[in-house]
T-cell receptor, first 112, second 115 residues
């Protein structure tokens, strides 16, 4: 079963704009991760935020986590055409650390 | 270069045939995973393994089998019992058997199609 659900499913923006995508999850977590997938490729880890953190930055990425609402957001600032990809949130599923389940993803298109 | 290698990139299966997807890693990771991705959808966990000679079923294990005889290798067999095998298959690994705490490293995937 999918633990996370991203919103929106698809997003199209102009280069230079900011892109925000959201993730909601169902059970308590120890951390939440964001991954990126270019079409037809494997996923690449972007950032991990732990349950005791509220915000984390990495370059043009900003992730927030609200454990009371069971939600997280990924903000990409000053987007570039190369940011075009699908973005997934991932959480350890209930029952242990070994299972990592993924959301349904947000497909981002950045128009040059 | 360290990483995860999946092969083949494309694979075709005939009716009633078993096919095996290869996944090899040289990252010295303990944990390895197989995910299935259908078009426009997220990843669903098929099997995962924390250590050699041990593995657990994920959410959609029916019609699949795995082995973990070596730390570096985690092959996935799609059996004839899997009636809808067409999908993109992704292998991943993580250190220390704690995939929930550490990031996953992914291979580039195998696209399986039915002839």
């Amino acid at each position: 079963s999918q633990q996370g659900e991203e919103d929106p499913q698809a997003l199209s923006i102009q280069e230079g704009e900011n892109a925000t995508m959201n993730c909601s999850y169902k059970t308590s977590i120890n951390n939440l991760q964001w991954y990126r997938q270019n079409s037809g490729r494997g996923l690449v880890h972007l950032i991990l935020i732990r349950s005791n953190e509220r915000e984390k930055h990495s370059g043009r990425l900003r992730v927030t986590l609200d454990t009371s609402k069971k939600s997280s957001s990924l903000l990409i600032t000053a987007s570039r055409a190369a940011d075009t990809a699908s973005y997934f949130c991932a959480t350890p599923s209930s029952g242990g650390y070994q299972k990592v389940t993924f959301g349904t993803g947000t497909k981002l298109q950045v128009i040059p | 270069d360290g990483g995860i290698t999946q092969s083949p990139k494309y694979l075709f299966r005939k009716e009633g045939q078993n096919v095996t997807l290869s996944c090899e890693q040289n990252l010295n990771h303990d944990a390895m995973y197989w995910y299935r991705q259908d078009p426009g959808q997220g990843l669903r966990l098929i099997y995962y393994s924390q250590i050699v000679n041990d593995f657990q079923k994920g959410d959609i294990a029916e019609g699949y089998s795995v082995s973990r005889e070596k730390k570096e290798s985690f092959p996935l067999t799609v059996t004839s019992a899997q009636k809808n095998p067409t999908a993109f298959y992704l292998c991943a690994s993580s250190p220390a058997g704690q995939g929930g705490k550490e990031k996953l490293f992914f291979g580039s995937g195998t696209q399986l199609s039915v002839l």
